[in-house]
């Protein structure tokens, strides 16, 4: 008898509410580090954020939750030789969809031009494809003429601004590409492609691997 109350009588040591609080806190930490670790092994390697450059004259950019696939649409250059988006795969492209009867288009045209001229010896390419009809196209060789060093680029069928994906709202539409030819970030409207924060944004692009 006396041997079964001496075993009940020997409690189990409780643990102090101090513990329960340190070991509850470690649990915590613990998660944290997995989840950040988690979070980054699915974030595409060498991907900048573009946000920051979401401002000024770039108030207007959308950036994409994730980098967007390019169409694989065939439009022209001014000599009528084919071309698709991937064929200035390894550049960065900036391509501003515009026609010859679209004012902001005119607008922000010099802008553009700064930018290519801007990173002659980099590899950047502005590519401003017109949607203009062929009984215009005087008018858009006009247009580049006062533009260098841009050069023509036609889709008068509006084949690329139904075949991107969300498509163009309007005009101007400018399209941003890596240098692996996913979009990274578009902007309907006209923009001020010379100033500080698309010269940011391109640079940022360019520097990625």
Not at 48 to 75: I, Y
Not at 143 to 166: I, W
């Amino acid at each position: 008898m006396s041997e079964i109350q001496s075993d009940k009588n020997q409690a189990a040591p409780k643990r102090s509410p101090l513990k329960w609080a340190i070991g509850a806190v470690l649990l915590i930490g613990v998660a944290a580090v997995l989840y950040v670790i988690a979070s980054a092994s699915f974030k595409p390697a060498g991907v900048v954020d573009l946000k920051e450059f979401k401002k000024a004259s770039l108030e207007k950019l959308e950036v994409p939750v994730e980098p967007r696939g390019q169409p694989a649409t065939v439009f022209t250059d001014g000599a009528g030789k084919e071309l698709t988006l991937a064929s200035f795969k390894g550049q960065v492209v900036v391509m501003n969809l515009w026609a010859t009867w679209c004012a902001p288009c005119k607008k922000e045209m010099p802008t553009l031009a700064k930018l290519q001229a801007s990173y002659a010896t980099q590899p950047l390419k502005v590519l401003p494809i017109s949607v203009d009809r062929d009984s215009d196209l005087n008018l858009v060789q006009a247009e580049m003429t006062a533009n260098a060093p841009l050069q023509v680029y036609r889709d008068p069928g509006y084949k690329l601004s139904f075949e991107l994906d969300p498509r163009a709202q309007g005009y101007p539409t400018t399209v941003i590409y890596d240098k692996q030819g996913r979009e990274r970030a578009r902007l309907s409207g006209d923009a001020d492609w010379s100033s500080p924060e698309a010269h940011g944004l391109v640079e940022a692009l360019l520097a990625e691997r």
